[in-house]
């Protein structure tokens, strides 16, 4: 069985730094896609940045260009997003979600059939 255990939610200042982490387990195929998506109270879901294992290369949402960066772990089954120079308007409920086909949509939730429960980041002003 599939699953998806997110890590590194908590609170911080704005203009600060802080770091999620998911791992898959169940898995057998190394190469997949893993993204992180964020949901505000009352919003959508958005995409902020998708993981492909296989290459360890990563796609943005554009309100977290250049301030996000997803990677890689050294096990092929764990990426981390590292969240810096943090905006009050990143604060949400931060859900990783893996699947092996996302089409030509890596940030679009319904490409995704595997999520986690979600780690909660808060960014204060």
């Known amino acids: 069985r599939v699953q998806l255990a997110e890590s590194g939610g908590g609170t911080a200042e704005a203009g600060g730094s802080l770091t999620l982490s998911c791992t898959a387990s169940?898995?057998?195929?190394?190469?997949?896609?893993i993204a992180w998506f964020r949901q505000a109270p009352g919003k959508e879901r958005e995409g902020d940045a998708s993981t492909y294992t296989g290459h360890d290369t990563t796609y943005y949402g554009d309100s977290v260009k250049r301030r996000f960066t997803g990677s890689r772990a050294n096990a092929k089954h764990t990426v981390r997003l590292q969240m810096r120079n943090l905006k009050p308007e990143v604060t949400g409920r931060y859900y990783c979600?893996?699947?092996?086909?996302?089409?030509?949509?890596?940030?679009?939730?319904?490409?995704?059939?595997?999520w986690g429960q979600g780690t909660q980041v808060a960014v204060s002003a």
């Open positions: 169940g898995y057998t195929y190394a190469r997949k896609w």
């Open positions: 979600a893996s699947s092996f086909d996302v089409g030509s949509h890596p940030l679009g939730s319904r490409g995704f059939p595997c």
